[in-house]
C-alpha cells in the first residue's frame, strides 16, 4: 500500500487505530464481559437442566436476526472508516447513520424480547440463568445506546482519528454480541 | 521553593503529622485491648478507641492530600495560590471540627442532639455542625485551588488532582443524607466509604504519584501524563461499579453480587498500574535526585498499595468467598495494609519530598527517614500477615465449623500479641519519621557517594 508510506509510522501503543483511551476502554469492557461469561458457565455446570428449561425460554429467531443486524451495521461503520480516509465526509455520515440506526432496530427488537419475558413474568430473581440473562444482555444493550451516541459524535466531528476510535467502540459492541449469542442462546 | 504561598503546605503538613502521632498511639492502645478485652474499658471504650482511629487517619491523611495541592499546584500552574488567607482559614476549620469531634467522641456531652450530637454512623459519625465545617472548609478549598488552576498553567496533573477532590467533596454531601431503611442507609454510606478509597482518592494518589515521579526521575511529561491517564481511567472503571463488593449481604438484589465480583476484582488493574508505572519511571529515568526518602517512600508507596488494595483486596472480594470472610480479621488485614500502602505511605512520600525544599534546605536525615520506612513498613507488612492468619482461623473457626465469636476470639489471642508487637514497630518508625522530617542536622549520617558513572553504551 503506498498510502501507508505516508503515513506516520507508529510502533508500540502508538500504532493502534483511534485514541489510546479507547483501547484501555476496549480491553476493559472485554474482560467485564469475558468474566461474565465464565461465571455463567460456571454457574450452569452447578445445574445444567435448570439452565438449559431456563434457555427454552429465550427467543433465539429473534436473537439471530439481530445478530445480522449488528454485524451488517459494524461493515457499515467499517465502511465509514474507509470513505474518511479518502476524505469523503458526506459518504462517512451517511455510512455512521445507516449503522446506528441499525443499531436502533437491535435495540427495538430487545426491547420485543425483554416485553416478552415481562409479559412472561419472568424477571432478575426467576432462575440464576436469568440473573446472567438480563445482566449480560442488559449491559450490552446499554453499550448499544452509548455506541449510537459515540457514531453521533464521531460523524460530527467527523476526523479520521475520531471515526476511527468511534468505530472500535461499536465493533467492540459487535464482538461481545457475537460471543453473547451462542453461549446465551445456543449452547445446549 | 519556586512560589512563596507553597509554604501553606508546611503548615498542613505539620496538623497531617500530629495527628499521624495520635492515630498510631490509639492504634497501639487498641492493639493492646485485643492482647487484653478489659485494658481502659471503663474510660476508652473499645468503639471509642475505634473511632478516634479510623477518623483521625482520615482527617490526617485527607490534611495531605490539602497540603499536597497547595505545595503541587503553584508549581504546576505556575502561579501564587489565589487566596494564603482562605488556606489558613480552611486549616483552622479543619482543626476546629478535629478538636470537636474528638471532644464529642471521648465525652459523649450532646448525645442525641441534632447538631451537636455524635450521628453514629461509622466513619461518619462526626456531629452535624462539624460535617457542615468540613463542608465550608472543603469548598473553600476547591474555591482556592480552581481559581489558581483556572488562572493559570493546566496540566494533566492538576486536572485529575483537582477532578479527583470536586468529585471526593461532592460525595462526602451523601453523609447528610440518612435514611431510616437500614439497608438504603448503607447503600449511601458506601458512596462515600467506597467511591472514596477505591475511586476519587486514587486520581489523588495517582496526581500526586505522577508529580513525584516528574521530580524525581525527570521522565518527559508526556510519558508520565499517558501513563496517568490510563491508570485514572481504569479505576475510575473498576472502582465506580466495584461499590457492588459492598452490597452483597446488606439487603440488595442479588445481581450486586456479580457486578461486584467482577468489576471489583478489576480494581487490581490501576493499582497494578500505578506499581509499575512508579518502577518503569525510575528505571527510564536519568536523573539522579538527592532526595532518596522520598523516592523510596513513593516506590514503597506503590508497591505496598498494589499488594495491601490489590492483592489483599482481591483475597476477599469475590461473594463466594465473602460469604465466609466478611468481617473477621481478613477485612483488618486488608484495611490496616491498604490504608498504610496507598494514603499513609503516599502522603509520607510528598512529605518527604516537599519539607526539605519548605524549610529551604538540603533533605537530611535521610537515614533516619529511610529506617523510619523499613520500620514501619516491615512492622505493617508483619500486622498484615498476623491478622490474614488470624482471619483464616477466624473464618474457619466461627463461620464453618459454628463456634461462638468469643470463644473464637480467645483461640486469636496469639495472633493479637504478634499484632501488637508489629504496631510498636509501626508506632516507633512513625515517630522516626516525625523526627526525621523535623529536627535539623549539620551532616547526613553516610555522607551521600557520587553518583555512579553510566558506562557508554
Known amino acids: ?188 | 521553593m519556586k512560589y512563596q504561598t507553597q509554604k501553606i503546605a508546611y503548615a498542613y503538613f505539620l496538623v497531617a503529622m500530629i495527628l499521624f502521632a495520635v492515630q498510631v498511639s490509639i492504634g497501639l492502645v487498641m492493639g493492646w485491648i485485643y492482647v487484653d478485652g478489659n485494658f481502659l474499658s471503663e474510660i476508652l471504650p473499645f468503639n471509642i478507641a475505634r473511632m478516634l482511629h479510623t477518623n483521625s487517619l482520615v482527617v490526617w491523611l485527607l490534611l495531605g492530600f490539602f497540603g499536597a495541592a497547595y505545595y503541587l499546584v503553584p508549581e504546576e500552574s505556575e502561579r501564587e495560590i489565589h487566596s494564603p488567607k482562605l488556606a489558613y482559614l480552611q486549616l483552622g476549620i479543619l482543626v476546629l471540627g478535629t478538636a470537636g469531634v474528638v471532644v464529642t467522641y471521648l465525652f459523649n456531652l450532646f448525645d442525641g442532639n441534632f447538631l451537636l450530637g455524635n450521628e453514629g454512623r461509622e466513619f461518619i459519625e462526626q456531629p452535624r455542625w462539624v460535617k457542615a465545617g468540613i463542608v465550608v472548609a472543603a469548598l473553600i478549598f476547591l474555591y482556592n485551588i480552581s481559581m489558581t488552576v483556572l488562572k493559570g498553567k493546566k496540566t494533566a496533573i492538576t486536572n485529575i488532582l483537582l477532578l479527583g477532590l470536586w468529585l471526593l467533596s461532592l460525595l462526602f454531601l451523601f453523609s447528610f443524607y440518612n435514611p431510616a431503611n437500614l439497608a438504603l442507609d448503607k447503600q449511601y454510606w458506601w458512596y462515600i466509604v467506597h467511591l472514596w478509597v477505591e475511586a476519587t482518592w486514587e486520581l489523588v494518589m495517582a496526581s500526586i504519584l505522577a508529580f513525584l515521579m516528574l521530580k524525581l526521575t525527570g521522565v518527559d511529561r508526556e510519558v508520565i501524563e499517558k501513563w496517568l491517564y490510563v491508570i485514572v481511567a481504569t479505576a475510575l472503571f473498576s472502582g465506580i461499579l466495584g461499590t457492588g463488593h459492598h452490597y452483597y449481604w446488606i439487603g440488595t438484589p442479588g445481581y450486586w453480587q456479580w457486578i461486584g465480583s467482577i468489576f471489583s476484582t478489576l480494581e487490581v488493574i490501576p493499582f497494578f498500574g500505578m506499581m509499575a508505572f512508579a518502577f518503569i519511571m525510575v528505571w527510564k529515568g536519568r536523573r539522579d535526585h538527592p532526595n532518596k526518602a522520598a523516592l523510596l517512600w513513593s516506590l514503597g508507596c506503590a508497591t505496598l498499595a498494589f499488594f495491601g488494595a490489590g492483592v489483599w483486596g482481591f483475597l476477599h472480594t469475590l461473594h463466594g468467598v465473602n460469604f465466609y470472610t466478611h468481617g473477621t480479621q481478613i477485612t483488618a488485614a486488608h484495611g490496616h495494609l491498604a490504608f498504610f500502602g496507598a494514603y499513609v505511605a503516599l502522603n509520607l512520600a510528598i512529605i518527604s519530598y516537599a519539607l526539605p525544599v519548605l524549610k529551604g534546605r538540603d533533605p537530611y536525615n535521610q537515614v533516619l527517614n529511610m529506617a523510619s520506612f523499613w520500620l514501619m513498613s516491615g512492622g505493617m507488612v508483619f500486622m498484615t500477615f498476623t491478622l490474614t492468619f488470624a482471619g483464616t482461623v477466624q473464618t474457619h473457626l466461627q463461620r464453618v465449623n459454628g463456634e461462638y465469636y468469643m470463644d473464637v476470639q480467645d483461640q486469636l489471642w496469639i495472633f493479637y500479641v504478634m499484632r501488637f508487637g508489629s504496631g510498636v514497630a509501626v508506632v516507633i518508625g512513625a515517630a522516626l519519621f516525625i523526627y526525621a522530617m523535623l529536627a535539623s542536622r549539620k551532616a547526613e549520617i553516610i555522607a551521600p557517594g557520587k553518583p555512579a558513572s553510566t558506562p557508554a553504551e
Open chain 1, 1 to 188: 500500500m503506498s498510502e501507508t508510506a505516508t503515513q506516520e509510522t507508529g510502533s508500540g501503543l502508538d500504532a493502534l487505530p483511534g485514541d489510546l483511551m479507547m483501547w484501555v476502554l476496549i480491553i476493559s469492557e472485554l474482560l467485564v464481559f469475558g468474566a461474565g461469561l465464565l461465571a455463567f458457565l460456571g454457574v450452569r455446570l452447578t445445574d445444567p437442566v435448570g439452565f438449559m428449561e431456563a434457555q427454552a425460554h429465550l427467543h433465539r429467531t429473534g436473537a439471530g436476526v439481530n445478530t445480522v443486524v449488528l454485524v451488517t451495521s459494524g461493515w457499515l461503520a467499517a465502511l465509514a472508516v474507509k470513505a474518511v480516509e479518502r476524505g469523503n465526509v458526506l459518504r462517512t455520515r451517511f455510512y455512521l447513520v445507516a449503522a446506528a440506526l441499525l443499531g436502533v432496530a437491535f435495540l427495538w427488537i430487545k426491547g420485543v424480547e425483554y416485553a416478552a419475558k415481562e409479559a412472561a413474568g419472568i424477571t432478575f430473581e426467576t432462575h440464576p440463568f436469568f440473573t446472567f440473562y438480563y445482566l449480560l444482555t442488559g449491559f450490552h444493550a446499554v453499550h448499544v445506546v452509548a455506541g449510537i451516541v459515540i457514531l453521533g459524535l464521531v460523524g460530527w466531528k467527523a476526523t479520521p482519528r475520531n471515526v476511527e476510535t468511534g468505530t472500535a467502540f461499536w465493533h467492540m459492541v459487535d464482538l461481545v454480541w457475537v460471543l453473547l449469542f451462542p453461549i446465551m442462546y445456543l449452547l445446549g
